[in-house]
């Protein structure tokens, strides 16, 4: 099972625009925490689809394409 991370996306946000991105993606999401944010953009919780598809508008506004970052889990052994 895959890992689904927008950090790649998150990187190429300007300096100038990462809290306004941030805060988009919370109120898009409905994430009241910073912690829950950070949850989802490492990939610790994993967005559904509708969600995908709201994080993938607010990138899209700042220009940024390239969003996901996909990792195998490591299997704890």
Do not use: C, H, T
Not at 4 to 16: L, R
Not at 59 to 65: E, L, Q, V
């Amino acid at each position: 099972m895959g890992k689904m991370s927008f950090k790649k996306g998150y990187g190429q946000v300007k300096y100038k625009d990462l809290s306004a991105v941030r805060d988009e993606i919370m109120e898009a999401l409905e994430i009241g925490s910073l912690q829950a944010f950070r949850n989802r953009m490492n990939g610790d919780v994993e967005p559904k689809v509708s969600e995908q598809k709201e994080i993938e508008r607010v990138f899209n506004k700042y220009g940024i394409k390239e969003i996901w970052d996909k990792k195998k889990r490591q299997s704890k052994k």
